[in-house]
């Protein structure tokens, strides 16, 4: 029982200690993160580089800027599929985008956009309902390596099959594949989707808003963030979102009574975790 208590204090000293090494040396700061998940992600991590225990990680981070990359991208996880979730899509395309066309211009903020593939699964949706020549879509993530490779709007080809599936589901009446051009194993997004989409750098822990959206999507992002985290980034969503503007978050993001904490927030439909910022005061 002793060791089994010890065994877990080192276990979080060595988190903190790991954390703080990160923040310290490469301005990364993951302290606010879900822990369970965190440990969990950190503990595959001693398996990849083949040490005994968390601390001797430390080092290696410190000295050794590729062993640090790879954990600060595994600790931020930028997996994603084309129109991952489906129905939620399809929901979108069916009854949010209607609305949205309300407006006379469409600013989205996409926050936590990994490789790209969310985002350019939200411009061929826009191209298909043809609001995308009105819309501009700001993406940003934590992590540069991420932003640089969804700037390139390539990507292997093994993502093709689940795109297609995704986006039959989503209502899609087009080939998936005529959106890309594919050649040598890769595929990539056609020229048309590309003005409206530009990809910044922005910590979500850290940094201020964009402001005057219509529209502001953050999926699987939050999940991995502790409470206090949480809130922090829906104020900033809210202060970003004019009045009247949508939030989407993912549907498996774990937050609880969001409205009730953010009031100028109502709910539209808890199965989508869709939400709008009230147009009076609540
Ligand atoms: C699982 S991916 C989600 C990708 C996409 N939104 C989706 O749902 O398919 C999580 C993304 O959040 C980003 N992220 C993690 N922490 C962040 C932070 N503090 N600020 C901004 N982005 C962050 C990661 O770099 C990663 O690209």
Not at 213 to 232: H, I, K, P, S
Not at 268 to 277: E, F, I, M, P, V
Request: net charge negative; aromatic share 10%; proline share 4%.
């Amino acid at each position: 029982m002793l060791s089994k208590w010890k065994n877990h204090n080192i276990e979080d000293v060595e988190v903190n200690l790991l954390l703080n090494a990160l923040k310290e040396r490469y301005g990364y700061d993951f302290t606010g993160y879900a822990r369970a998940s965190l440990k969990r992600r950190l503990s595959e991590l001693t398996h990849e580089f083949d040490v005994q225990c968390l601390s001797q990680l430390i080092p290696l981070v410190l000295y050794n800027e590729t062993v640090a990359q790879t954990v600060i991208n595994n600790i931020s996880v930028p997996a994603s599929e084309f129109f991952r979730d489906p129905l939620v899509w399809r929901h979108l395309r069916t009854r949010i985008l209607p609305q949205l066309a309300s407006f006379p211009r469409i600013n989205i903020w996409q926050a936590g956009c990994g490789h790209g593939q969310e985002t350019y699964s939200l411009a061929i949706l826009l191209h298909e309902t043809d609001l995308l020549k009105k819309s501009r879509i700001f993406c940003s993530d934590i992590n540069p390596a991420f932003l640089d490779e969804a700037r390139t709007g390539c990507w292997p080809v093994r993502y093709k099959q689940q795109g297609c599936d995704n986006y039959a589901q989503t209502g899609g009446c087009h080939a998936f594949a005529d959106f890309f051009v594919e050649a040598d194993n890769v595929m990539t997004i056609r020229d048309e989707f590309k003005p409206p989409i530009e990809f910044i750098q922005h910590n979500l822990v850290a940094d201020d808003v964009f402001k005057e959206m219509q529209w502001v999507v953050c999926r699987n992002v939050l999940l991995y963030f502790g409470n206090a985290l949480q809130e922090r980034v829906v104020n900033l969503f809210t202060r970003s979102l004019e009045r009247g503007g949508y939030l989407l978050i993912g549907r498996g993001e774990n937050i609880v009574d969001l409205p009730g904490k953010h009031p100028e927030l109502e709910l539209l439909d808890g199965s989508l975790q869709l939400y709008r910022k009230r147009i009076g005061l609540s």
